[in-house]
């Protein structure tokens, strides 16, 4: 694929579709591999957190790495292969190497009884076990006897890793995206997140800079972001707004989920611009995503989460079925669109005050009208002049304009820079 595909749905498409078969954790070499590959369309800076490193009150754990694992019949059969889904053995399940009858077995066995074809998606990071996850029914198909059973696996001192990427703008004040990189072959939840995010970031690799700098953080869940938080205590004061991206691929509509804040310049933009396409707006709880970390209240950033269907709020969540079938490509594109339109709004959203305060100026004797002449919308930009002389006050944005008169907000901006060019305003 070309690198300049990427922000097309066939682009995305195909992405996701090289993401989806790798197995990854919150440590280890297929985060690696994943970063390597999102590194062929962005530039990205690698940081590798040694094991042990204690970061906010949490520890970076060993890292997990596995090469093989299945569960052997009498015959020798694999019954269970994690060489045909990496979801058949629980997230950092420690090696085993044993004999031992079903009866035994089904303790280290996870299933979806009420969905006997799919494979569930567990994991034990934090406690040494071993598990695999099969469906009901090649459970319901296993007679009873003794069974061999394998995980080639290492937990070992490593790091943990995570990446940056990083798009300078006019001002140092940042934006924040982040997704996680955690997740084995899920492809909303999370693959198609970081495709959306690597093309996002790519959208803003032009010659006009953006307003704002925007850093991209592609990370493990939890630990990667207090990780990241920990390590990066000296920024976190210029941290304007964020966006946590996440189930990002599949049919249902756009969700925004506010900040702990719930009034942040965040949260009003993503109200604005979503109040043209089908989407929900949920009040923020401490459950969910990174936003709770970047929200914990020491923190308290204005970052909200931008997904389609919440985390467990669809049945294919944390199972096989969250396939390559279960993502959309109309829907990323729609996912992908909805960050540039929020980018734009964002980053244009200013607070100017008026320099002719008493009295509307006169904007005739400086030539404003005559701009208009002709103008199919000579009526809503005159409109907008005027509802942005009156509300620049210093305490209003053009987005309180905008929402307040209820003229588009591309017709506030330009008026804005009409009355400042005409030293009417300033910022």
Request: contains cysteine; proline residues 6%; charged residues 25%.
């Amino acid at each position: 694929m070309s690198h300049g595909d990427l922000e097309t749905g066939a682009g995305l498409r195909e992405l996701v579709e090289r993401l989806y078969p790798l197995c990854r954790s919150i440590t280890g070499d297929g985060v690696r591999r994943t970063l390597e590959i999102v590194g062929e369309h962005i530039p990205l800076e690698i940081h590798e957190v040694p094991t042990g490193t204690r970061v906010l009150d949490w520890t970076v754990p060993q890292e997990w790495n596995i090469r093989d694992a299945y569960i052997k019949d009498a015959s020798g059969r694999r019954v269970v292969d994690f060489g045909e889904s990496n979801l058949h053995v629980v997230g950092y399940s420690v090696p085993v190497s044993r004999k031992m009858p079903l009866a035994e077995l089904r303790e280290h066995l996870h299933t979806l009884p009420d969905r006997p074809s799919w494979v569930p998606y567990r994991t034990s990071y934090y406690s040494p076990t071993w598990g695999f996850c099969l469906a009901q029914e090649t459970l319901d198909a296993m007679p009873d006897g003794e069974y061999e059973v394998c995980i080639d696996s290492t937990l070992a001192d490593g790091s943990l890793t995570y990446a940056e990427h990083v798009v300078p703008g006019e001002v140092a004040d940042e934006v924040i995206i982040s997704c996680h990189t955690c997740h084995p072959s899920l492809a909303n939840d999370n693959v198609a997140g970081i495709a959306i995010a690597a093309a996002f970031a790519r959208t803003l690799q032009t010659p006009q800079k953006p307003h704002y700098t925007y850093r991209f953080l592609f990370m493990p869940g939890t630990i990667g972001a207090i990780t990241w938080l920990a390590r990066n205590d000296d920024r976190v004061g210029r941290i304007k707004a964020g966006l946590v991206l996440a189930c990002a691929g599949d049919p249902g509509s756009l969700t925004y989920k506010r900040s702990r804040r719930g009034d942040a310049e965040i949260d009003r933009v993503l109200a604005y611009v979503l109040a043209d396409r089908a989407h929900k707006i949920v009040d923020f709880s401490p459950y969910g995503y990174d936003e709770r970390q970047f929200c914990s209240p020491g923190f308290n950033l204005g970052v909200g989460s931008l997904t389609r269907t919440p985390y467990a709020g669809y049945p294919e969540y944390h199972t096989s079925a969250d396939n390559l079938d279960f993502v959309s490509t109309a829907a990323m594109e729609e996912t992908l669109r909805t960050l540039r339109d929020a980018q734009a709004v964002l980053d244009r959203n200013r607070s100017y005050v008026n320099l002719s305060p008493y009295g509307e100026p006169q904007l005739g004797k400086r030539g404003l009208y005559d701009s208009l002449g002709g103008r199919s919308d000579a009526k809503q930009a005159q409109m907008a002049m005027l509802w942005v002389l009156n509300l620049s006050d210093g305490e209003h944005s053009l987005l309180d304009v905008a929402e307040r008169s209820g003229l588009p907000f591309d017709s506030v901006v330009a008026a804005a820079q009409a009355l400042h060019d005409a030293g009417l305003l300033k910022d």
